[in-house]
């Protein structure tokens, strides 16, 4: 489960570096806090 929650926050802090390159600067700043929250957080709330 921590592995899959590591794989969706670095697709989610990707997917938000790419969309701040296209100008859509807060879909960008929310992907990236999302995958951060997911990430590290995520694996200490979930597991």
Avoid at 30 to 38: A, C, E
């Amino acid at each position: 489960m921590a592995i899959l929650l590591w794989i969706l926050a670095v697709i989610l802090v990707v997917s938000g570096i790419f969309a701040i390159f296209r100008k859509q600067m807060l879909w960008g700043i929310v992907l990236i806090v999302v995958g951060l929250l997911v990430g590290p957080g995520g694996v200490s709330i979930f597991t």
